[in-house]
């Protein structure tokens, strides 16, 4: 079993920033890609960032610029620098990871975290 640990949501002011982390544990192989989504209130989930295994990012339109997705050196966390955020931005964040385990490729998800920007 795969589990995903996320940490680093609050509640900040428009224009503000916030990191959130999300580290991966279990039985993993390797790792394909991790990213983040986002779902707010009467919306469904969209992506906002994903990165890949060799380090290739890619963005939703709406936070290029300000959002910027990285990993760590033991390459099983990610983490998501949110700078300028927009009051839109308030979501829950989900951490997301495509993982080559024993029975295959499998997509995991974490629990989710909050981030509510005030105006």
């Known amino acids: 079993q795969v589990q995903l640990v996320e940490s680093g949501g609050g509640l900040v002011q428009a224009g503000g920033s916030l990191r959130l982390s999300c580290a991966a544990s279990?039985?993993?192989?390797?790792?394909?890609?991790m990213g983040w989504y986002r779902q707010a209130p009467g919306k469904q989930r969209e992506l906002v960032g994903i990165i890949t295994s060799g380090d290739t990012t890619n963005y939703a339109d709406s936070v290029k610029g300000r959002f910027t997705i990285s990993r760590g050196n033991a390459k099983n966390t990610v983490y998501l620098q949110m700078n300028s955020l927009k009051p839109e931005d308030t979501a829950v964040y989900y951490c997301?990871?495509?993982?080559?385990?024993?029975?295959?490729?499998?997509?995991?998800w974490g629990q989710g975290t909050q981030v509510t920007v005030s105006s």
């Open positions: 997301n990871a495509k993982v080559l385990v024993v029975m295959g490729l499998r997509d995991y």
């Open positions: 279990g039985s993993i192989l390797s790792i394909n890609s």
